[in-house]
């Protein structure tokens, strides 16, 4: 165990020197590795970004039903007993105007707008969920609610957030496609920055198979040379990112407080940043693995 351990700490220490050696080429690969990955990651983080939003937005079939200014309180009730016999609907729930007002007063950033209101603009509604999530029954629905005595407007509340979570998972599987893209180009960076230090190191791999090396001795320290170069592409990759969220930042804050919002592009986490480094150094450690088999399989040959 302690040979073994020996052997991979003199590997990891050989790696180190030939990283150090390669000064501004291994650089500017490590660099390349960065802005390639930077492009999916910045793309994850926005999109965990707007996540909260998603998730707060209702993706039911829910409908909002507005009575009429005139509507008397009990003919409100009336229509509500009708509501709630009726089959079709999961949940039907009153909002009168007091409470509606009192919710928007509530909403950050409109307090002072509902203080200079002289009255109560807001009509009584009903929040009602349908059974059955089809568009088209939705549609039909809300066509006859439209109908009913007392009923000045309904409006479908769930189309947008639908249309919202259907754009969010769209926008995943183009960042795992593309993710998946600059693998194959990340891979082939470091197949390439390996296929350069054998080529320099040839005469000594060939005077290690003659005196009995194995394949893993000669493999292991191209293998961390490998991780290492990714992993310090991973490094660019969340320090980029990370400048990038700062900068957007700047110019949301602004707008997003004229809505009244707190609203702000995240950082990367924790999690993130460590998943980042992990997939790097994989893909890192993979383009060695490729390159270096290639090279032994060729040498065997001859």
Partial sequence: ??????????????????????????????????????LPTGGYVLLESLRPLVRHASLDPQLSVFLGAGVRRSDAQALGARLRADARLASVRFVSREAALEELRETEGLGDVVAALERNPLPDAYVIRARDPAPESVEALAAELRSAPGVSHVQVDSAWARRLAALAR?????????AGLLAFGLIAVTFNTIR???LTQRDEIGV???????DAFVQRPFYYLGI???SVGGLFAIAIVWL???????EVATLAESYGSTFRFRPPALEDAVGVLLFAGALGWL???LCVSRYLREIEQF
Avoid: C, D, F, P
């Fill in 1 to 38: 165990m302690r040979a073994w351990l020996r052997h991979h700490r003199r590997a990891l220490a050989a790696a180190l020197r030939r990283l150090a050696a390669q000064k501004s080429s291994g650089l500017m690969s490590a660099l390349v590795i960065g802005i390639a990955l930077s």
């Fill in 244 to 250: 990038g969220t700062v900068l957007l930042n700047l």
């Fill in 208 to 214: 290690s198979k003659l005196i009995g090396a194995s």
């Fill in 170 to 178: 769209l926008a995943r599987l183009a960042l795992t496609l593309v």
């Fill in 228 to 230: 290492l170069q990714g």
């Fill in 196 to 198: 350069l230090q054998i």
């Fill in 287 to 289: 383009g060695a693995y």
